[in-house]
């Protein structure tokens, strides 16, 4: 299994007005799931500098969580690096979605 430490690596990676998905994070961490992905996100202690705001899901919206209003703060820190949300709340992720340089993608097996 990856750990946390990996994951928030390939995280700090996605730059300012891009975003990555969290199946995304998940392939280029290798052996581990977008639902791990999703775990090391909320585990992040406050003030760690993980850019979290820039891992979305592979529908291109903001995974809401219940009990928080973190989805809120996802969308004014994503608009304030200029990414754009369509009326439906989705991102373009044609557009807007970080693709890793090929020295950072995994070798095919």
């Known amino acids: 299994m990856t750990s946390y430490a990996t994951i928030y690596d390939w995280v700090r990676r996605v730059p300012e007005g891009k975003v990555a998905t969290y199946g995304q994070i998940a392939g280029l961490a290798g052996k581990c799931s977008a639902r791990q992905v999703g775990y090391a996100m909320a585990a992040l202690p406050d003030g760690s500098g993980v850019p979290w705001h820039r891992i979305i899901n592979s529908q291109g919206s ?27 709340g989705t991102i373009d992720l044609v ?4 693709i890793a340089p ?6 095919k097996i």
């Open 62 to 88: 903001i995974s809401l969580r219940t009990g928080s209003e973190g989805h809120r703060l996802q969308r004014i820190l994503l608009e304030a690096e200029g990414v754009e949300f369509a009326t439906d």
């Open 102 to 107: 090929p020295k950072f993608q995994l070798p």
């Open 95 to 98: 557009r807007f979605c970080w």
